[in-house]
């Protein structure tokens, strides 16, 4: 199978099972998705959505976290990944926002990278969850099933690669939801550690169970 065909196989079926579908992060504004995009870094989802209603019930916008202390932080978001961390990113970024912005957050890709603790993953996430933009944002999940389903070749050894490959074969309308079934499909069924190869509807696809295959 060529790769463009196993995009369009690959692409079908993911917008007839999932036509509609977003991040589970949950947030009330593009500051707050970006908060909990930045927290959610090596973190799970679900935890994100257990601290973020607390800190968000206090700091829900740039102006009032960017008037706390990293250490005012903690009482909400110590159960993450590199609390400490995060807390001094979350307060410098909201403190450059107010500064450089107004306390909105910019929809521009070097303006979202100039801002503490923000990756280009990060700013892929919020182009295209808060403002539409066909980005795609390569984490660990979109990474690992992009090479398994034989999406991109083995020499996209990095994020950024795997992100380039990836938006030269997908339609740009289709980039944004994407990045979502990428994602949702290595969360829960080509998990890491033990895929669910027996309940995966790609696997007729998978490179990994069909002989010969050079992908």
């Given at each position: 199978m060529k790769r463009e065909e196993r995009y369009k196989a690959v692409l079908d079926y993911f917008e007839r099972q999932m036509p509609e579908v977003s991040t589970e992060l949950e947030f009330g504004s593009v500051f707050q998705l970006l908060v909990a995009t930045i927290l959610s870094a090596?973190?799970?989802?679900?935890?994100?959505?257990?601290?973020?209603p607390g800190l968000?019930?206090?700091?829900?916008?740039?102006?009032?976290?960017?008037?706390?202390?990293?250490?005012?932080?903690?009482?909400?978001?110590?159960?993450?990944?590199?609390?400490?961390?995060?807390?001094r990113h979350l307060v410098a970024m909201a403190r450059a926002l107010v500064e450089r912005h107004g306390g909105e957050v910019p929809a521009d890709m070097n303006q979202l990278l100039d801002l503490p603790g923000v990756g280009r993953k990060t700013a892929n996430v919020v182009r295209a969850v808060a403002f539409g933009q066909s980005t795609m944002a390569v984490d660990t999940h979109v990474y690992r099933v992009s090479h398994r389903l034989g999406l991109v070749p083995s020499s996209d050894n990095t994020p950024l690669k795997v992100e380039r490959t990836l938006m030269k074969h997908i339609p740009a309308p289709l980039v944004p939801r994407a990045h979502h079934w990428l994602l949702l499909h290595g969360r829960y069924v080509c998990t890491s550690q033990?895929?669910?190869c027996g309940k995966c509807n790609l696997s007729a696809l998978c490179p990994r169970l069909l002989e010969g295959s050079r992908l």
């Open positions: 090596q973190c799970t989802d679900k935890r994100i959505n257990q601290v973020t968000f019930s206090h700091l829900p916008d740039a102006r009032s976290m960017a008037q706390v202390e990293p250490d005012d932080l903690l009482e909400y978001i110590g159960s993450v990944s590199y609390p400490n961390a995060k807390a033990r895929p669910k």
